[in-house]
């Protein structure tokens, strides 16, 4: 099974729109980690945001907000305010086990956003 | 406070052939992460040090790749010998606590013809 399924390869949006980018992940630890990353054309992965299996409230950055279904095991990343120079690939990525202790990465397949003026 | 540094940028080799790629992590960062993103996919990890012990390389084509971190700051990952699957972009990352969020290089582009 996938531990992390993306099942939007892509996505438009109008500028200064809202948009979600969808994220279920798979695992059976009770510790985990949630991230997303963007990657530009340009190459470079830049990480945006992140939640903890334990965080009891939705994780924000700026113009970017995760929401958090634990019970569903879902991820989303919201992005409001769409600007042009969010049109890049997003990918959500999990941590299996605690901060500081053994663990494992896995990536999913990616979003590919494109923001239309 | 400087990024991962990784080099070469890009690099075409013959299968067959071996190439190494190098990489610095932000200073004082311990875990180091290496990755293999093949062109439409997301990044695949690879091998995953705590300072210069190796934590998960579970993923690692042992057969083929290698790598090491023999003073807990820079890496190489190797490839002997290369096959035409091993093109790809080998990303390296580091964070501070095991575990946290990562910091990516801006990756080496792999050929292999």
């Known amino acids: 099974a996938q531990k992390i399924t993306q099942t939007q390869p892509g996505m438009f949006v109008q500028e200064k729109e809202a948009v979600t980018l969808d994220c279920t992940y798979d695992?059976?630890?009770?510790?985990?980690?949630l991230f997303w990353y963007k990657q530009p054309s340009s190459g470079e992965m830049i990480f945006l945001i992140y939640?903890?299996?334990?965080?009891?409230q939705n994780a924000t950055e700026g113009r970017y907000s995760l929401n958090f279904q634990k019970a569903r095991k879902s991820a989303n990343l919201v992005i409001s305010a769409s600007q042009l120079g969010d049109s890049a690939m997003y990918f959500c990525?999990?941590?299996?086990?605690?901060?500081?202790?053994?663990?494992?990465?896995?990536f999913g397949s990616g979003t590919k956003l494109n923001v239309k003026p | 406070e400087a990024g991962v540094a990784q080099s070469p940028r890009y690099k075409i080799i013959e299968k067959r052939q071996s190439v190494a790629f190098w990489c610095n992590p932000i200073?004082?960062?311990?875990?180091l992460y290496w990755y293999q993103q093949i062109l439409g996919q997301g990044p695949k990890l690879l091998i995953q040090?705590?300072?210069?012990?190796?934590?998960?390389d579970s993923q690692l084509p042992k057969d083929r790749f290698s790598a090491e971190r023999l003073k807990g700051v820079d890496s190489t990952l190797k490839i002997q010998p290369a096959k035409l699957e091993d093109s790809a972009v080998y990303l390296c990352?580091?964070?501070?606590?095991?575990?946290?969020?990562?910091?990516f290089g801006p990756g080496t582009r792999l050929t292999v013809t």
């Open positions: 990525a999990m941590r299996e086990g605690s901060l500081y202790n053994f663990n494992k990465f896995y």
């Open positions: 939640q903890g299996s334990y965080d009891e």
């Open positions: 990352a580091s964070s501070h606590t095991t575990g946290g969020e990562q910091y």
């Open positions: 040090f705590q300072n210069n012990g190796v934590v998960d």
């Open positions: 200073s004082g960062h311990a875990t």
């Open positions: 695992t059976s630890d009770q510790s985990y980690g």
